[in-house]
């Protein structure tokens, strides 16, 4: 193990440097210490020696641990870095672990304690290098994945939206994965089909050096063929395999310079992928309405809402749906005086006429369907709020999503016997 000791104090350094010595001692770990006086220092043996493990002081002359953490880190992603500082302010402690810094040791410390972070730090080095495998994998491609596993169990509307917070926003694997959105996408409308039909099911996400495989099981409410047209209508150049009532995909893993350092890459040249960098849309307000012919779409919105509140509950009568229709046929006529929301209003007339041949099965499902409906107008009041108010990246920017939900609720009523053909219509956005 290298170890790389940064301060400006020599003896600050000799202490430290000691006490690796102990540690190799006692628990047999053979080390090489290497020291630098700052930052800038630091840096540059990062840049010439293999380091494995850093200890990095904060307050330095030239560059300081702060920023000699960040750049390292951006160089050098496997070098774990450990801040030891007298400093004991919590700003400047989160500020160097956002940075990269793994731990955090206030001065003066004990020997004791250090000896035993020393082993800990070890344990954790030596597993990056030897990443293990589990044989109980999910996916249909192989058992060799890497031994931790995420799973979403999916039987609601919010947890499928949870699924999309995830993997798009809250953990940000675009970073690591290639056209991401299209393929969530794929398997968000997928999740939906089978919530809408009462199938609950699962996805689970594993990966190892060169892949991320997803997988999504229960699928036994579509054929393998539906599945198949599907798949490689929205996904075709991802590949996938289909096992039972298990679906799989490999998506393959983007290596960039922030890509952890895995002993297991090392082996083997790395694909020629490239970041996409993602330019931000410019978001505009479109005047497709005149200002009172916007104010009694937004009334009549809110009158509708309303209406769809009560889907809840059991207490929803047949003259309610009626009531909500006209609603909807009046947004529509409203709508369809510009020929900018035109496909807003389609969807809006398309669930008018369902509404009027299924209106009393609507009625029995009401409550079942309340989710689905919920989610056609929240697409419409965002759509609204975007496209007059806060800006939009284009007019027709939901257009996809509020008629891809029109139809989806429509699949309800279908006969079986449609129902594969209508598929493609719910999955093309």
Request: net charge negative; with cysteine; glycine share 2%.
């Amino acid at each position: 193990m290298k170890i790389l000791i940064v301060d400006d104090s020599e003896d600050n350094r000799e202490i430290l440097a000691r006490l690796i010595v102990q540690f190799g001692r006692k628990y047999a770990v053979v080390s090489e210490v290497l020291q630098a006086k700052n930052g800038q220092e630091a840096v540059e043996i990062c840049d010439k020696e293999k380091i494995d493990l850093l200890f990095m002081d904060i307050m330095m002359p030239v560059m300081d641990g702060l920023e000699a953490t960040k750049i390292i880190k951006k160089a050098h992603p496997s070098v774990m870095i450990i801040v030891i500082s007298s400093e004991n302010d919590e700003t400047v402690k989160e500020k160097i672990l956002q940075a990269g810094a793994e731990d955090y040791v206030l001065k003066p410390f004990s020997s004791s304690i250090m000896l035993s972070r020393l082993n800990n730090y070890n344990k954790l080095i030596f597993s990056r290098h030897a990443i293990g495998y589990q044989s109980r994998a999910v996916n249909t491609f192989t058992r060799n994945v890497y031994s931790y596993q995420m799973k979403f169990f999916l039987s609601s509307d919010d947890e499928l939206a949870q699924l999309w917070e995830t993997m798009l926003v809250r953990l940000e694997f675009q970073k690591h994965i290639e056209h991401l959105s299209d393929f969530v996408r794929f398997l968000f409308r997928l999740g939906a089909y089978q919530i809408q039909k009462s199938f609950k099911c699962h996805i689970y996400l594993e990966e190892d050096e060169e892949n991320f495989y997803f997988t999504m099981d229960n699928m036994k409410l579509l054929s393998v063929e539906t599945i198949s047209m599907m798949a490689e209508k929205h996904c075709s150049d991802t590949p996938y395999e289909i096992k039972g009532d298990l679906i799989s995909f490999a998506l393959p893993r983007l290596y960039n310079n922030h890509e952890p350092a895995l002993a297991t890459q090392t082996a083997r040249p790395k694909p020629e992928t490239k970041l996409v960098e993602i330019q931000k849309e410019t978001l505009q307000t479109y005047d497709i309405l005149d200002e009172e012919t916007l104010e009694e779409f937004e009334h009549i919105l809110t009158k509708l809402q309303t209406e769809i509140s009560m889907m809840g509950s059991s207490s929803l009568e047949i003259e309610d749906i009626d009531t909500m229709n006209t609603y909807i046929k009046r947004l529509a006529a409203i709508l369809s005086i510009s020929k900018d929301a035109y496909a807003v209003a389609e969807a809006l007339r398309a669930f008018s006429m369902l509404l009027d041949e299924y209106s009393e099965p609507f009625l029995a499902m009401s409550k079942d369907l309340s989710h689905m409906v919920t989610s056609f107008v929240n697409d419409i009041v965002m759509w609204k709020e975007m496209i007059f108010y806060t800006g939009a990246p284009s007019v027709d920017f939901l257009n996809s999503s509020i008629s891809s939900n029109v139809q989806m609720i429509r699949a309800v009523f279908i006969s079986d016997d449609t129902a594969v053909e209508d598929l493609d219509d719910i999955f093309d956005f």
